[in-house]
């Protein structure tokens, strides 16, 4: 019965991987809502209530899905960042990781930003960019703290990141070095702050 369950939740997995990819195909012109459950289902040759059993919170659970899975890739991307490299470079190089992830779908993570800025996904949006930070810091910075720190530290990083996300999404110099120099000068800003606080006390 283990097994047979075990398989079951990898077929579960690899089918849910799929509805995704062929929403995608579709989200740079639709963008994301619900109808892209009938169009994946007819990709799929199924049915939009058949893939909705996979995702029952409909399509923000697409979305969600969606983040989770460039989590994944992004914390895989982390773990070849140089031990030795100093804390802020392993968080700006995190941040880059998570860029190259989307460079071949701009598109689509334009229509996911307009989607997530509509005001009644704003505690999704909130959600998902800060399971990312969080993850930045416990893969890159390898912080583990549970006190005020772990609030203040992702609570820094959550506002570097939907900055340069958003400035990566208009920027159009090459290799994106604009948003390279961007996330370098947010992280300065950062640190200047962080040591003015550390002066005061």
């Known amino acids: 019965m283990l097994i047979e369950s075990i398989l079951f939740k990898i077929m579960q997995v690899n089918y849910k991987k799929k509805i995704l990819d062929a929403m995608l195909d579709h ?22 209530e058949a893939l909705k059993l996979h995702f029952e919170g409909g399509i923000i659970a697409v979305v969600d899905y969606f983040s989770q899975q460039n ?6 991307g982390i773990e070849k960042i140089s031990k030795d490299a100093r804390i802020r470079d392993k968080i700006a190089e995190a941040v880059l990781i998570r860029l ?11 229509k996911t930003v307009s989607f997530l800025s509509l005001p009644w996904n704003a505690p999704y949006a909130a959600k998902f960019a800060w399971r990312t930070c969080d993850l ?30 958003m400035y990566w999404l208009n920027d159009e110099s090459k290799d994106h070095a604009d948003t390279k120099r ?20």
């Open 182 to 201: 961007f996330l370098d000068d947010r992280i300065e800003d950062v640190m200047k702050i962080g040591k003015m606080i550390g002066k005061k006390r």
């Open 136 to 165: 930045i810091w416990k893969h890159a910075g390898g912080d583990r703290s549970t006190d005020f720190n772990y609030y203040s530290k992702r609570s820094l990083l959550f506002g570097i990141y939907t900055a340069v996300i």
């Open 71 to 76: 989590d994944e890739k992004m914390v895989k």
């Open 27 to 48: 989200v740079p012109f639709d963008g994301w809502n619900e109808d892209l459950f009938k169009v994946a289902a007819k990709d799929l040759k199924s049915t939009p």
């Open 100 to 110: 190259k992830l989307y460079e071949k779908k701009k598109s689509i993570i334009a």
